[in-house]
Protein backbone atom coordinates (compact mmCIF):
# COMPACT_ATOMS: atom_id res chain seq x y z
CA UNK A 1 0.00 0.00 0.00
CA UNK A 2 0.95 3.70 -0.46
CA UNK A 3 1.05 4.92 3.12
CA UNK A 4 -0.81 7.94 3.60
CA UNK A 5 1.10 11.60 3.98
CA UNK A 6 -0.70 12.84 7.23
CA UNK A 7 0.09 10.48 10.46
CA UNK A 8 -1.52 11.77 13.08
CA UNK A 9 -0.59 10.06 16.50
CA UNK A 10 -2.75 10.28 19.80
CA UNK A 11 -3.44 8.62 22.70
CA UNK A 12 -6.96 7.42 23.01
CA UNK A 13 -9.37 5.65 20.70
CA UNK A 14 -11.22 9.41 20.71
CA UNK A 15 -9.05 11.11 19.48
CA UNK A 16 -8.51 8.57 16.82
CA UNK A 17 -12.13 8.33 16.34
CA UNK A 18 -12.19 12.15 15.94
CA UNK A 19 -9.50 12.43 13.44
CA UNK A 20 -10.72 9.78 10.87
CA UNK A 21 -13.92 10.86 11.03
CA UNK A 22 -12.15 14.35 9.61
CA UNK A 23 -10.67 11.81 6.88
CA UNK A 24 -6.90 10.65 8.31
CA UNK A 25 -6.64 7.66 6.87
CA UNK A 26 -3.68 6.37 9.35
CA UNK A 27 -3.20 6.68 12.63
CA UNK A 28 -1.34 5.55 15.70
CA UNK A 29 -2.35 4.60 19.04
CA UNK A 30 0.55 5.52 21.30
CA UNK A 31 -0.59 4.79 24.90
CA UNK A 32 2.01 4.85 27.81
CA UNK A 33 1.67 3.13 31.51
CA UNK A 34 -1.94 2.09 31.51
CA UNK A 35 -3.16 -1.30 32.95
CA UNK A 36 -4.09 -3.85 30.45
CA UNK A 37 -7.78 -4.26 30.45
CA UNK A 38 -7.34 -0.62 30.20
CA UNK A 39 -5.35 -0.87 27.03
CA UNK A 40 -6.80 -3.64 25.31
CA UNK A 41 -10.40 -1.66 25.63
CA UNK A 42 -8.64 1.31 24.13
CA UNK A 43 -7.15 -0.42 20.80
CA UNK A 44 -10.08 -2.28 20.30
CA UNK A 45 -12.25 0.54 20.17
CA UNK A 46 -9.59 2.55 18.29
CA UNK A 47 -9.07 -0.39 15.38
CA UNK A 48 -13.06 -0.77 15.30
CA UNK A 49 -13.36 3.16 14.85
CA UNK A 50 -10.67 2.69 11.71
CA UNK A 51 -12.52 -0.23 10.18
CA UNK A 52 -15.60 1.62 10.18
CA UNK A 53 -14.70 4.37 8.87
CA UNK A 54 -11.75 2.87 5.96
CA UNK A 55 -8.91 4.00 8.32
CA UNK A 56 -5.71 2.17 8.97
CA UNK A 57 -4.52 1.53 12.99
CA UNK A 58 -0.88 1.59 14.07
CA UNK A 59 -0.47 0.09 17.55
CA UNK A 60 2.96 1.29 19.41
CA UNK A 61 4.78 -0.84 21.65
CA UNK A 62 2.01 -3.40 22.40
CA UNK A 63 2.90 -6.09 19.86
CA UNK A 64 1.82 -9.14 21.50
CA UNK A 65 -2.08 -7.40 22.33
CA UNK A 66 -1.82 -6.01 17.98
CA UNK A 67 -1.66 -9.51 17.55
CA UNK A 68 -4.06 -11.19 19.73
CA UNK A 69 -6.70 -8.50 18.73
CA UNK A 70 -6.12 -8.45 15.14
CA UNK A 71 -4.33 -5.42 14.19
CA UNK A 72 -2.64 -4.78 10.85
CA UNK A 73 -0.09 -2.35 11.61
CA UNK A 74 2.63 -2.15 14.53
CA UNK A 75 5.21 0.70 15.38
CA UNK A 76 8.41 -0.04 17.70
CA UNK A 77 11.01 2.09 19.28
CA UNK A 78 14.27 0.70 19.55
CA UNK A 79 14.11 -0.21 23.43
CA UNK A 80 10.91 -2.43 21.73
CA UNK A 81 12.87 -3.96 19.44
CA UNK A 82 15.13 -5.41 22.58
CA UNK A 83 12.73 -7.64 23.75
CA UNK A 84 9.35 -7.87 20.72
CA UNK A 85 9.88 -10.95 18.71
CA UNK A 86 9.83 -9.99 15.15
CA UNK A 87 9.56 -13.50 14.32
CA UNK A 88 6.36 -13.87 16.40
CA UNK A 89 5.11 -10.32 14.41
CA UNK A 90 5.81 -11.29 10.98
CA UNK A 91 4.00 -14.66 11.21
CA UNK A 92 0.70 -12.82 12.71
CA UNK A 93 1.39 -10.71 9.31
CA UNK A 94 1.85 -7.29 11.09
CA UNK A 95 3.12 -4.56 9.16
CA UNK A 96 6.29 -3.01 11.06
CA UNK A 97 7.36 0.93 11.86
CA UNK A 98 10.41 1.85 13.74
CA UNK A 99 11.67 4.70 15.01
CA UNK A 100 15.49 5.58 14.53
CA UNK A 101 17.25 8.48 15.88
CA UNK A 102 21.02 7.83 14.97
CA UNK A 103 23.07 5.85 12.17
CA UNK A 104 23.12 2.45 13.83
CA UNK A 105 19.33 2.74 15.09
CA UNK A 106 18.51 3.06 11.28
CA UNK A 107 21.11 0.21 10.07
CA UNK A 108 19.30 -1.79 12.65
CA UNK A 109 16.10 -0.95 11.55
CA UNK A 110 16.85 -1.18 8.11
CA UNK A 111 17.79 -4.59 8.26
CA UNK A 112 14.30 -6.11 9.54
CA UNK A 113 13.17 -4.81 6.52
CA UNK A 114 10.05 -2.60 8.49
CA UNK A 115 7.37 -0.77 6.49
CA UNK A 116 8.44 2.64 7.06
CA UNK A 117 11.10 4.10 9.41
CA UNK A 118 10.76 7.33 11.17
CA UNK A 119 13.39 10.09 12.11
CA UNK A 120 13.14 12.78 15.06
CA UNK A 121 13.18 14.70 16.20
CA UNK A 122 13.29 16.75 13.02
CA UNK A 123 12.65 19.77 15.36
CA UNK A 124 12.40 20.37 19.02
CA UNK A 125 9.33 18.76 20.61
CA UNK A 126 7.71 19.14 23.58
CA UNK A 127 6.36 15.49 23.77
CA UNK A 128 9.39 14.28 25.37
CA UNK A 129 12.62 14.49 26.36
CA UNK A 130 15.11 13.54 23.99
CA UNK A 131 18.56 12.73 24.51
CA UNK A 132 19.03 13.37 20.35
CA UNK A 133 19.25 17.25 19.03
CA UNK A 134 16.88 17.88 16.43
CA UNK A 135 17.88 16.35 13.21
CA UNK A 136 17.24 18.98 10.56
CA UNK A 137 15.92 18.85 7.15
CA UNK A 138 19.11 17.96 6.28
CA UNK A 139 19.27 15.09 7.87
CA UNK A 140 16.37 14.02 6.82
CA UNK A 141 17.23 14.04 3.26
CA UNK A 142 20.51 11.93 3.94
CA UNK A 143 17.91 9.38 5.75
CA UNK A 144 16.16 9.20 2.57
CA UNK A 145 18.73 8.70 0.60
CA UNK A 146 20.13 5.63 2.85
CA UNK A 147 16.34 4.23 2.90
CA UNK A 148 16.28 3.90 -0.79
CA UNK A 149 12.50 2.48 -1.04
CA UNK A 150 11.72 2.15 2.50
CA UNK A 151 9.27 5.14 3.33
CA UNK A 152 10.48 7.62 5.82
CA UNK A 153 8.52 9.46 8.65
CA UNK A 154 9.10 12.79 9.56
CA UNK A 155 8.58 13.21 13.42
CA UNK A 156 9.34 15.76 15.93
CA UNK A 157 7.79 19.64 16.11
CA UNK A 158 6.00 18.97 13.10
CA UNK A 159 3.71 21.74 12.12
CA UNK A 160 1.20 22.49 8.89
CA UNK A 161 3.74 25.45 8.29
CA UNK A 162 6.85 23.30 8.41
CA UNK A 163 5.38 20.31 6.46
CA UNK A 164 6.06 21.23 2.76
CA UNK A 165 10.01 22.16 3.93
CA UNK A 166 9.74 18.22 5.30
CA UNK A 167 8.15 16.74 2.27
CA UNK A 168 10.83 18.54 -0.25
CA UNK A 169 13.68 16.98 1.53
CA UNK A 170 12.56 13.33 1.35
CA UNK A 171 9.93 12.80 3.92
CA UNK A 172 7.24 10.38 2.85
CA UNK A 173 4.82 11.07 5.42
CA UNK A 174 4.98 13.17 8.78
CA UNK A 175 3.97 11.82 12.27
CA UNK A 176 2.39 15.05 14.06
CA UNK A 177 1.26 14.99 17.70
CA UNK A 178 0.77 18.22 19.78
CA UNK A 179 0.57 20.07 17.14
CA UNK A 180 -3.19 19.48 16.87
CA UNK A 181 -3.83 18.30 20.42
CA UNK A 182 -2.70 21.44 21.79
CA UNK A 183 -4.27 23.37 19.03
CA UNK A 184 -7.26 25.88 19.94
CA UNK A 185 -9.26 24.00 16.85
CA UNK A 186 -8.35 20.13 16.95
CA UNK A 187 -10.60 19.84 13.83
CA UNK A 188 -9.61 22.84 12.11
CA UNK A 189 -5.95 21.65 12.52
CA UNK A 190 -6.46 18.20 11.40
CA UNK A 191 -8.35 20.25 8.04
CA UNK A 192 -5.02 21.60 7.51
CA UNK A 193 -3.14 19.07 7.96
CA UNK A 194 -5.45 16.51 5.22
CA UNK A 195 -4.81 19.70 2.68
CA UNK A 196 -0.75 20.30 2.79
CA UNK A 197 -0.81 16.67 2.66
CA UNK A 198 -3.41 15.94 -0.51
Known amino acids: MTLPRFYPVFDSAAWVARSVRLGARLVQLRIKDRPEPELRREISEALDICRRHGATLVVNDYWRLAIALGAEWLHLGQEDL ?43 TILKKMPWAPQGLDRLAEWKR ?53
Request: charged content about 25%.
Open 146 to 198: RAGDTPLCAIGGMSVERAPAAFAAGADLIAVVTDITLHSDPDARIRDWLRVCA
Open 82 to 124: DTADIAAIRRAGLRLGISTHDDAERNRALALAPDYIALGPIYP
